[in-house]
């Protein structure tokens, strides 16, 4: 089996502050995946990458940057934090289509 | 734009019961579906997908799905303790490549001793 590794498990930051969160996978799998979840509002796709150096917009993308420069690693870069995106990013990979993504445990975001 | 909503937000089910969790999606030509499971404090883990009409049984677990009328509920039979987690229904975009799944809001399952 494989594991995902986030880091750090807790961030917390100021107000119009760049924040960066990682994720490293050793399953070898393809596409990864960053995920922000809400109180209430379930999982809403950020962006996702399916090769090394692919980078794909999800549905919010907007004030946030990623970047996979290898295949095993995939950073999300809050690029300046507002209080009103505290929450949850969760990290996930898969092998393919169809396939079940597999999550990290996540980073919570404060913003102070 | 797909909209996938859960029902009910929360449910209260005496252990060795039957939990039943609904949801509804609006894109029809959607044809892949998963159930994930969250426990406090981890990421969601997958349960399991369904993707013909009719039933999947996965041991306590079995998922319906009706594409016709845009429905996929998952039951959970002799409910344990540990099944206590926020439950998710994720629908699989057409777009083609990478999977894009449209998560609902979760149903937080309490499963009472």
């Known amino acids: 089996g494989g594991i995902i590794t986030q880091t750090p498990k807790f961030l917390i930051g100021q107000e119009g502050q760049k924040l960066t969160l990682k994720c490293q996978q050793n399953?070898?799998?393809?596409?990864m995946y960053w995920y922000r979840q809400d109180s209430g509002k379930g999982l809403r796709l950020i962006y996702y990458?399916?090769?090394?150096?692919?980078?794909q917009k999800g549905d919010l993308s907007e004030g946030y940057d990623a970047s996979r420069e290898k295949k095993s690693s995939f950073s999300l870069t809050v690029t300046s934090a507002q209080k009103n995106e505290m929450a949850v990013f969760l990290c996930?990979?898969?092998?393919?289509?169809?396939?079940?993504?597999?999550f990290g445990p996540g980073t919570r975001l404060t913003v102070l | 734009q797909q909209k996938v909503q859960q029902s009910p937000e929360s449910l209260i089910v005496p252990e060795g019961g039957m939990a039943s969790l609904n949801c509804t999606f609006s894109?029809?030509?959607?044809?892949y579906f998963w159930w994930y499971r969250q426990h406090s404090g981890e990421g969601p883990k997958a349960l399991m997908?369904?993707?013909?009409?009719g039933d999947k049984k996965e041991g306590r677990f079995t998922a319906h799905l009706n594409k016709a009328s845009l429905y996929v509920s998952l039951h959970i039979k002799d409910s344990q303790p540990s099944d206590s987690a926020l439950y998710f229904c994720?629908?699989?975009?057409?777009?083609?490549?990478?999977?894009?799944?449209?998560f609902g809001k979760g149903t937080q399952l309490i499963i009472q001793p």
């Open positions: 996930a990979s898969s092998p393919g289509q169809y396939a079940e993504q597999f």
């Open positions: 994720a629908v699989r975009r057409n777009t083609g490549g990478a999977d894009r799944l449209t």
């Open positions: 894109d029809r030509n959607s044809q």
């Open positions: 399953f070898n799998h393809d596409t």
């Open positions: 990458s399916i090769t090394e150096n692919d980078l």
């Open positions: 997908s369904i993707f013909s009409n």
